[in-house]
Structures are given as structure tokens and as C-alpha cells.
């Protein structure tokens, strides 16, 4: 296998030449007193792979944090206030969605939104946080919230249904269950 030199490397890489994990990865000696045996590598080319790993994993951690600042949860990182359309009439029926996975904020002087899973029965959404979330929380001191499903934002209210040893229709025995009205103000 060839050595691989500063030209080798792209440019991302070659401002950072004078960074022990670059140079480690140009071939040059590892000094141990920067390098702790952990960072160390059998090969010059799985050296490069962890320096550039690293930085995709701060890109990643970057850019999640914009778009969960921008208008909602991402994945499994909670947001802001939910963005979109608000939608002021109030829904009778929601059978026109399907049980699926929608975003939900809570706590409205200051707002955090999650995406969780939610079900349609008759016409009704529920949703069963696990005791233990934080969002849980924000519920039970303020229940109002607000849905957003398609783009568009519905103002509602946690009522709870369901709670362990009192359960709910077919909801999990353990687990608290809500169902989300609609709210006017």
C-alpha cells in the first residue's frame, strides 16, 4: 500500500495538517502523549476514516439542531413551536386519517414538540405516553397542546381517558391514554 501524502488528502483535511490526528493519519509517528492508545489504528487509512466519522458526526449534530429549531421535532430530537397552516375550526371527526405517527407540542409559554405515534378510534385521536417523558409532564400541567398532521396545526387538549389499572378500550393496561379534542382558544 502506497503512502499517502498531504496532496492525497482533501482539502478539508489538508488545512488541518498540523492536527496530530492528520498527521497520525499521513503516517507520521504517533506521540502518546497526544494520542491516547484508544484514538490508535492499525492502519494510516481507518485513521482517516475516524477523522473524517467525527466530522460528518458534528455536521449531523449541526444540522439536526437547525431543524429542530426550524418549525418541529426531527426524529427523535425534540423542537419548537410547530410551523404551518393553524387551523381554527375545530374537528369532529378524525377518521380521515390514518393511525400513524404525527408531531405534538406541548407546553406553550414555551413550546416543545415530539413526534409520537397516534391512533383514530371512532373518529377520536389518542395517544398513550409512557410514564417517565418529559412531554408527559407538560400535559399534565398544561394540557393544552397542539397537532400537526399534512403541513397543518390544530389547536387541542389532552383530556385523560386511561391511566395503569384503570385502562382504557384496548390501550396497553400500563400506560396513561389520552384523547386530544379540540380547543378554541
Known amino acids: 500500500m502506497a503512502s499517502l501524502t498531504q496532496a492525497d488528502l482533501p482539502p478539508i ?8 490526528i492528520t498527521r497520525c ?8 502523549n497526544v494520542w491516547p492508545d484508544t484514538v490508535s489504528s492499525s492502519s494510516r487509512g481507518e485513521n482517516i476514516h475516524m477523522l473524517t466519522l467525527g466530522r460528518r458526526a ?4 449541526v444540522v439536526c439542531g437547525f431543524a429542530s429549531a426550524c418549525g418541529g421535532p426531527l426524529l427523535i430530537i425534540p423542537g419548537g413551536a410547530l410551523s404551518g397552516e393553524v387551523v381554527s375550526e375545530p374537528v369532529a371527526d378524525w377518521s380521515f ?5 404525527f408531531e405534538l407540542e406541548t407546553r ?9 405515534n397516534y391512533r383514530v378510534v371512532n373518529g377520536q385521536i389518542y395517544i398513550d405516553p409512557a410514564e417517565g417523558r418529559s412531554w408527559l409532564e407538560y400535559i399534565r400541567a398544561d394540557a393544552g397542546v397542539r397537532g400537526r398532521f399534512d403541513g397543518r396545526v390544530y389547536p387541542l387538549k389532552a383530556v385523560l381517558v386511561g391511566e395503569p389499572g384503570r385502562p382504557y378500550e384496548d390501550f396497553d393496561p400500563e400506560r396513561f391514554v389520552y384523547r386530544l379534542e379540540p380547543r378554541t382558544r
Not at 493519519?25 to 502518546?32: P, S
Not at 458534528?58 to 449534530?61: G, S, T
Not at 386519517?97 to 405517527?101: I, S
Open 58 to 61: 458534528a455536521l449531523f449534530v
Open 25 to 32: 493519519a499521513l503516517g507520521e509517528q504517533r506521540d502518546e
Open 108 to 116: 406553550p409559554d414555551d413550546p416543545y414538540s415530539i413526534q409520537l
Open 97 to 101: 386519517l390514518e393511525d400513524g405517527v
Open 13 to 20: 483535511l489538508i488545512s488541518d495538517a498540523e492536527d496530530p
